[in-house]
């Protein structure tokens, strides 16, 4: 490792690119043709990928048979860029490629060309150029050129009125996209950002190309367009409603020799459930994701069977609707946070869901108050005694001293959340005196219902992109942000997020994030739960993916280098 970053600091920039997109062509090497973590610190600012094809990870891939992947697939609706579930885009990624993207082969760490083969970022960091490929096809046969990667990204960094896209404050410096001619697309930005934050929103799995008749035959809105076209390496053959959703080979896919299937069969299932495990341990499925851990650790007993848990880039929470009274009050809404025992919460899923404690940031992150300075504070003492103490002295002072009645408990229909549910509502109760009435509601009717703001209180998971607080702080706690959810509006915190958008030196940028999170602390703008993890099984025959260092499960979700080994 070392031998190699020496190195490449004599090297001129682009004669290394070039070296790198010819050594890039070949399966083993890393995302630029170097080891994967020599560029663990960022992407090259000029890189010529157009002699990079991507293949499996493994030398003596087969090409044929049909995947049946247990995954749970409800999706709310059919437009992947407006949704923010596992539901939407377990199924419907393999459809569509990205402008850049996450590399399979190292657990999605590095971004790699996809229908742009190579880019060029400007000395400013203010324009992003990226040229395309030629001869690629939509599903229906018609040519991809960059007006669709205009009209998609256009769409998502600025959606029209009536359209919620959850990624759309990661392009937020971006003041304009041009297609200067059919193969060429430019992202320029109004401010600098750094170069691997953008390129990372871009390589997002949720950020997929589709078409722009698409989009204008559909007035922009495509949550009813059941098979879009994409240029992806599969296509969508049948699907039944909560059942089972069949893909079939895209014969004419670009990339040469992908994908090593014929076919990916994708069976409903609830998450975490024991039906879920069953399937994969009876041979039902070749392939489960969101396991419980109880079947997690059968899996793992299993001759010839493998299983692995990894992070998700998810927070449970509870939201609060900030425009009904008495949740409109900070002192309520500290006080909430401070009565809920959040290693309780843990431990009442821990046979559902693999769960760990956290509060507003995520705990496996470099920007997290770390776990054992965490667990010091109120609201995360193994002992709740004094975090009970001052949550009724601000409800007292709030003029709650005797309690709340009637509040809309709205829980989104899944197992671990119908527990915490109760176990929130116990506590709640127990503690403060305030009474609650759970709603439970399917995922389609709980997302209408918290983005509409018919709720009290509301229980769930939401997603980001990015593990930089950037990302999810400004898409879940700004005042503007789409997925916030609870309507919160902290001035304070507000005027903070530019600074932290903007800062480039770490050390002050993470006293900004602190401070962030002290205001957070005192003013909650969600009741932050627990932070997910992911267990994964399959049989050993499935081949062609590595799960080990997924941060989250939302980037690669191509399924082209899968094959199978029987």
Known sequence: M?????????????????????????????????????????????????????????????????????ITSRPPHFDFHQSGTINSLGSQGCMFDNLVRRDPRDSGKTIIPDLAHSWEISKDNKTYTFMLRKDVQFHDGAEFTSEDVKATFDRIAKPPQGISIPRSTLFAAVEEITAPDKHTVQFKLSEPRP?????????????????????????YNLRRVVDIPGTGPFKSQRRVEAEIWVMEKNKNYWNKGLPYLDGIEFYHALPFSPELGSSLLSGRVDYARLLDPVSQRRVKATQGMSGMDFYQSVIQA??????????????VRRAFHLVLDKPVLVDVVKDIAPMMVGGFIYPFSEFATPLPELSKRLGYQADPTAAVKEAKALMAAAGHAKGITGLDYLVREVASFKLWSQAIQAMLQQTLNVQCNIRTAVESVWFDDVRTGKFDLAIGAIVSTLLDPSDYFNAWYSKTGPQNYSSWDNAKFNELLPQIDREVDAKKRLDLIRQAEAIMEQDPPLLPISWEKINDGWYNYVKGHRPQDYFGIYDVVRFDTFWLDK
């Open 2 to 70: 070392s031998d190699h970053v020496s190195k490449r600091s004599r090297v001129n920039r682009r004669q290394f690119v070039k070296g790198a997109a010819a050594l890039g062509a070949m399966s083993g090497a890393g995302a630029f043709g170097l080891p994967f973590h020599a560029w663990a610190q960022g992407v090259p600012n000029e890189y010529d990928g157009s002699k990079f094809q991507l293949k499996a990870p493994e030398p003596n891939a087969k090409s044929g048979g049909v995947l049946r992947y247990g």
């Open 195 to 219: 170069a691997n934050f953008i390129m990372s929103a871009i390589a997002s799995g949720w950020n997929g190309i589709v078409r722009k008749k698409t989009l204008e035959d559909n007035g």
């Open 318 to 331: 509870t939201w609060m609707n900030n425009k009904k009274k008495p949740l409109d009050d900070p002192r």
